[in-house]
């Protein structure tokens, strides 16, 4: 089975420039996560999905994130403007019970 | 809010030796899960090993185990017999459990492992 698919795993970008992560769950996964890993702030949840609804929406630094669940299998968090604090390591990661969730490779983010 | 504590930014074992993770935990809740990942250096988050609250068995997944003191709200993950292939980033976590619905992690800052020959 096909885990958590993310895309791209490495982006390059300049400040300013949009930025669209990709992420797809696990085939009957009805619930998705976002996260942020940084030096500085370590692992933190930026948003979850259940069954394609924003759930807790808290941890979005500010409203140059946004982020989308279409349907079941696609989510996308897009960053616009981009900063250069906005480096980091992004993870998606999807789950079906309450407990165990499965981590995508992450998305490596630089802006110059 | 929930909080996670690993005061042990690094460690280091010999290889075929058992070594033990530290994390503290803080929480209001009642009914949550404490879960332990690994990530190597390809930067995957790996699931070790996951403990209920509600269950007084500490769990184990072959050579990891857990001493779960839900009175003193620690969490520690003990490595037995430590091979090469368990050099990595560890991360203790916290989840709460809803009724339903999915919740989110928190994490700890991490303990770096480094497992020597």
């Known amino acids: 089975d096909a885990g958590v698919i993310q895309s791209p795993r490495h982006e390059v970008t300049e400040m300013g420039q949009e930025v669209t992560l990709r992420c797809k769950p696990i085939?009957?996964?009805?619930?998705l996560f976002w996260y942020r890993q940084t030096m500085m702030r370590g692992l933190e949840l930026l948003i979850y999905?259940?069954?394609?609804?924003?759930?807790?929406d808290s941890g979005m630094p500010e409203d140059r994130f946004s982020a989308k669940m279409p349907n079941a299998s696609f989510s996308t968090l897009k960053i616009q403007p981009s900063e250069p604090r906005d480096s980091a390591v992004y993870f998606c990661a999807s789950s079906w019970d309450t407990s165990i969730q499965y981590f995508g490779p992450g998305t490596r983010l630089l802006v110059l | 809010a929930q909080t996670v504590t690993q005061s042990q930014p690094e460690m280091s074992v010999q290889e075929a030796e058992t070594v033990t993770l530290s994390c503290t935990y803080d929480t209001s809740e009642n009914n949550y899960y404490l879960f332990w990942y690994k990530q190597p250096p390809s930067r995957q988050m790996i699931l070790v090993i996951r403990q209920e609250a509600y269950k007084q068995q500490n769990a184990t997944e072959n050579r990891f185990s857990v001493n779960f003191q839900k009175a003193a709200k620690s969490f520690s993950l003990k490595i037995s017999d430590s091979q090469l292939g368990d050099t990595a980033m560890y991360f203790c976590?916290?989840?709460?459990?809803?009724?339903?619905?999915?919740?989110?992690?928190?994490f700890g800052t991490g303990t770096r492992l480094q497992v020597t020959l």
């Open positions: 976590a916290f989840m709460k459990i809803n009724t339903g619905t999915a919740s989110k992690l928190t």
């Open positions: 085939s009957g996964h009805n619930s």
């Open positions: 999905f259940n069954n394609n609804v924003p759930i807790d």
